[in-house]
């Protein structure tokens, strides 16, 4: 199976989660980017634009939501709603979809310089700010 493919697959292991009840009904996963060293940033970036193509055939093409303006909205002390708070903090945008009642996003967790690029899927039934 293709490292696409798996990825896929996750994601929709994740999407047939129960999401739990409350304010916590979110599910954030890091998507493994295969065996070895870790991949380049660029290489992660195009690995979440090869699985937004295929999200997109799927539930409909989406531009990517760029995560300043929530950012900026955070600094000035606006209240942003979780998951949507920390994927903002983490990523600069989001590949997001809605599909059967359920919130699905994924990005690349790159805003941390001291840390490794990680690719993130997230479902939630709370919809983005």
Do not use: N
């Not at 955070?74 to 599909?99: F, H, K, M, N, S």
């Amino acid at each position: 199976m293709d490292v696409v493919a798996r990825h896929l697959a996750a994601i929709d292991r994740l999407r047939a989660r129960d999401l739990p009840a409350g304010g916590a009904g979110h599910h954030t996963v890091e998507l493994e980017p295969g065996h070895g060293p870790a991949p380049a940033a660029d290489d992660v970036h195009a690995l979440r634009e090869a699985i937004a193509q295929h999200l997109g055939a799927r539930w409909g093409e989406t531009p990517p939501w760029g995560q300043l303006t929530l950012r900026l909205r955070l600094a000035r002390g606006e209240e942003i709603p979780e998951p949507w708070a920390t994927l903002c903090l983490r990523t600069d945008e989001l590949d997001v979809w809605q599909a059967e009642g359920v919130w699905l996003a994924v990005g690349v967790a790159d805003r941390d310089e001291s840390d490794e690029t990680r690719l993130l899927a997230t479902v939630t039934r709370t919809a983005p700010p």
